[in-house]
């Protein structure tokens, strides 16, 4: 279970920014080649109206899985320079606290945005009539698999990749 | 709502977490729906010019990954280093074009360091010296595009991506003569090599080399001028021309690599997105508790005169920016100055332009900036240590800031002449 709640959303997350890539060479593709295509042939213009949409839908997944597994890989911004002072337990006790109060965030998101999702979920996109609620059940599925990081990541050892001790005299 | 922010950022709770947790109390005391949260986040997140931002990600790691960093090194060395400190001078000529392909500043001196620090202390550079120039060329790269940095600015001030980036090109070469002004003078008092002789054929056949990667810069400042495409279509065409390029002319990159590429780039465009949503909620906050008000009223008296508005504000950003890395220091304080600065009359895309380059200077800002403290790993050299040789480039890139403060015109010229501002 555990090597499949890491592995799945990375694959997702790659998926998704190659998907993105893909809509937006789609928009230019319709946009600079088909349009002046259809207008010379005076036929109907194929739709691209859409690729906005997409795109966008596109991008709020990939940020609400993206700042999940953030927490996993540790690449959040990070200030360090108190917490490498201090005695290692202290410095255990200050990680397994922060890693709780990440979870306590993500849980309130998932928490706010399923109820945000159930009230938008009769609303629609103005091109492809998607339901607004997959907007908020990106944040929700977000929201808890940040929980799930964040306490596994409690649970282990380690400090941030960036900080000010790491170059020393 | 400050304590709780200051507090946990002291704790080395990642920042967007403090912004959350002092958002959350900010909204609880204020007696705010909870639900401004949510719907802040996904809103801010579902941005059509942020969209940009993946692709020039993963087009600058597959390019870097390609080793291009290699061609475009040669190409500067063969335009600049047959002068007195060519090798240095190269770095700051490179560091240009490589900021036109890679959209990191974290990726660009991880490639500029390992490429370049071993030639220098070969040459004779010292090693605080080599440290110097790759921060300080890579500071002054922040202003080329497509800087992620300035598409963030740009959302965050509601300003045009593309304008924005037109923009920069001419006080990223200014700023840039100034560092290469001050490397021909320490290279005749510290007597730096001439890197080799003048010769029209290795320029010639470095040009070749580096076509593949030069065709980006190109594609974005002649697409951007004539207006062909928008800041987030230029960046779906830069990505597929840098996976052709790395599929079939350098034919050095597997399609894992590709895969893992466009998962880092998920992970780092998220920080971003996610970052800059959660600021929106606590800039919100910031908003109705009067903050802008207030900071107005301190920055009253430098608003005399738009230089010192300015400088008062790229030192506060520069600052900002040296402790809490550049993106978080931009989301939080540049939306509260930035209404004072058009109220004064100050160009918005000139206010950006200025806060582009104080953040990129805050990134390579002695003791903490985390771009010279990747620099000096590089080099092999202690921050302090360091300080004492940083100093003549921190005042060249200072003389370049000013410059740039109060000649407006050096930011506004390019996108004026394309028809993007009036």
């Known amino acids: 279970m555990r090597p499949f709640a890491h592995t799945a959303p990375r694959f997702i997350l790659g998926g998704l920014v190659l998907f993105a890539i893909g809509v937006m060479l789609c928009g230019v593709f319709l946009r600079y080649v088909m349009l002046p295509i259809t207008d010379w042939m005076d036929v109907d213009p194929i739709n691209f109206f859409w690729v906005e949409e997409v795109g966008e839908l596109t991008l709020t997944w990939l940020t609400m899985l993206g700042a999940a597994i953030g927490v996993a890989e540790r690449s959040h911004f990070t200030l360090n320079i108190v917490v490498h002072h201090l005695p290692p337990r202290l410095q255990h006790a200050v990680h397994v606290f922060n890693h709780l109060l990440i979870a306590s965030f993500g849980g309130l998101v998932a928490w706010i945005c399923y109820k945000l999702a159930l009230l938008n979920a009769s609303l629609t996109s103005p091109a492809l009539e998607l339901s607004l609620g997959l907007f908020y059940v990106s944040a929700t599925v977000g929201g808890i698999l940040m929980v799930f990081y964040a306490l596994d990541a409690a649970r282990q050892p380690g400090a941030p990749e960036h900080s000010f001790g790491d170059v020393r005299e | 709502m400050g304590a709780v922010f200051i507090g946990t950022l002291l704790l080395s709770l990642p920042i967007v977490f403090s912004l959350g947790a002092a958002a959350i109390t900010g909204l609880i005391v204020g007696g705010y729906p909870l639900q401004q949260l949510g719907s802040t986040l996904v809103g801010a997140s579902q941005s059509w010019v942020l969209l940009a931002i993946p692709s020039f990600v993963f087009a600058g790691s597959i390019m870097e990954r390609c080793g291009m960093s290699n061609a475009l090194v040669e190409l500067a060395r063969a335009m600049v280093g047959w002068l007195r400190g060519g090798l240095g001078m190269s770095v700051i000529v490179v560091s240009y074009f490589f900021s036109d392909i890679c959209g990191s500043k974290m990726a660009e001196v991880s490639a500029l360091g390992s490429a370049l620090v071993p030639p220098l202390k070969r040459a004779g550079y010292r090693a605080e010296d080599a440290a110097s120039l790759i921060a300080a060329g890579t500071a002054m790269g922040m202003l080329v595009p497509p800087a992620i940095f300035m598409i963030v600015i740009s959302a965050v001030t509601n300003q045009s991506a593309v304008t924005l980036f037109l923009a920069g090109f001419i006080p990223a070469a200014v700023i840039g003569f100034c560092l290469c002004v001050l490397v021909l003078v320490q290279a005749h008092i510290m007597g730096w090599p001439k890197d080799s002789r003048l010769s029209l054929r290795r320029l010639l056949h470095a040009s070749r080399e580096a076509a593949v990667p030069m065709v980006i810069p190109l594609v974005i400042l002649g697409g951007f001028y004539m207006g062909a495409f928008t800041a987030t279509e230029a960046g779906a065409i830069v990505a597929l021309y840098s996976l052709l390029a790395a599929k079939l002319y350098y034919r050095n990159v597997s399609w894992r690599d590709v895969g893992n590429i466009a998962y880092e780039s998920g992970v780092t465009t998220a920080s971003v997105v996610f970052l800059l949503a959660v600021a929106t909620v606590f800039q919100y906050l910031l908003g109705v508790s009067g903050v802008p008000v207030l900071l107005g009223n301190i920055l009253a008296p430098l608003e005399v005169y738009h230089w010192t508005f300015l400088l008062g504000v790229a030192l ?107």
Request: a positive charge; hydrophobic letters at 60%; aromatic letters at 10%.
């Open chain 2, 316 to 422: 506060m950003t520069m600052l900002f920016g040296m402790v809490l890395e550049g993106l978080p220091a931009a989301v939080v304080l540049i939306p509260v100055v930035f209404p004072i600065a058009t109220k004064i009359g100050i160009h918005p895309i000139h206010f950006d332009i200025v806060q582009t380059a104080a953040v990129g200077i805050g990134l390579f800002l002695p003791p903490m900036g985390v771009g010279l403290l990747m620099a000096l790993k590089f080099a092999g050299v202690g921050v302090f240590q360091h300080m004492k040789y940083y100093w003549p480039y921190l005042i060249a890139l200072m003389v370049g800031l000013m410059l740039i403060i109060t000649i407006p015109e050096l930011s506004l010229m390019l996108p004026r002449s394309a028809g993007l501002i009036k």
